[in-house]
Nanobody, 124 residues
Framework: QVQLVESGGGLVQAGGSLRLSCAAS????????MGWFRQAPGKEREFVSA????????SYADSVKGRFTISRGNVRNTVYLQMNSLKPEDTAAYYC?????????????????WGRGTQVTVSS
């Protein structure tokens, strides 16, 4: 089992920045990739970004490219999401997820483990 805990959410004005962190514990050596998803009220959960441990490749949703940067710690237990130039439409609960499989990591069903989420609110 893998446990995930997110932190770093909060309230920020449009144009501001936040850095989310996700700490993994348990069987972290089984993790091949970690990602971030978000869900706004009344909307479906959507992919934000992912990073694979092998090759350090990253993926981003079009809506956050150029504004968000995903990075990982030196061991398979930490991932960060630096969010710059935040917009009101970025307001959502942000969830960290960990994947053991070898998929692309763009779909939520590829991830076996999920954190409880951290709220990001961007005011206009």
């Amino acid at each position: 089992q893998v446990q995930l805990v997110e932190s770093g959410g909060g309230l920020v004005q449009a144009g501001g920045s936040l850095r989310l962190s996700c700490a993994a514990s348990g069987r972290t050596l089984s993790i091949n990739a970690m990602g971030w998803f978000r869900q706004a009220p009344g909307k479906e959960r959507e992919f934000v970004s992912a990073v694979r441990w092998s090759g350090d490749s990253t993926s981003y949703a079009d809506s956050v490219k150029g504004r968000f940067t995903i990075s990982r710690g030196n061991v398979r237990n930490t991932v960060y999401l630096q969010m710059n130039s935040l917009k009101p439409e970025d307001t959502a609960a942000y969830y960290c997820a960990a994947m053991q499989s070898g998929g692309l990591g763009l779909k939520d069903y590829e991830y076996e483990y999920w954190g409880r989420g951290t709220q990001v609110t961007v005011s206009s």
